[in-house]
């Protein structure tokens, strides 16, 4: 009988303190995700917060106060601000796809929390 020539796989531990259950999710045992849970996904809506804080800002460097103001007016509703973005004509073809990547992602984000 020949030896294995593959390396069996590092098992990863647990990222909790002093726990030696292998990780299954995000880095920690079924346990501890449990436990942690709450906290990750805080901080993913922190990020997600982040990140859109971003986008608007960026977006107010590069437009005037009349595309942004009537942003605003259609921030209530999805498919008027949708609409207005569509009007303004803001999405560029380079930056646009990136910008429009980056809604769509933080829609599903945000949809996920509820």
Aim: net charge neutral.
């Amino acid at each position: 009988m020949k030896p294995s020539t593959k390396k069996a796989a590092k098992k990863k531990h647990c990222s909790q303190d002093e726990c030696k259950l292998e990780a299954v999710n995000s880095g920690f045992c079924r346990l501890h995700y449990l436990a942690n849970w709450k906290r990750m996904r805080l901080n993913e809506h922190i990020k997600a917060e982040r990140r859109l804080n971003a986008y608007v800002d960026r977006l107010a460097k590069k437009y005037p106060e009349d595309y942004m103001a009537r942003l605003k007016e259609t921030l209530e509703d999805d498919d008027k601000f949708k609409q207005a973005v569509q009007e303004l004509e803001l999405e560029n073809e380079n930056e646009g796809e990136t910008e429009r990547e980056f809604i769509e992602k933080f829609e599903r984000n945000v949809k996920g929390e509820d």
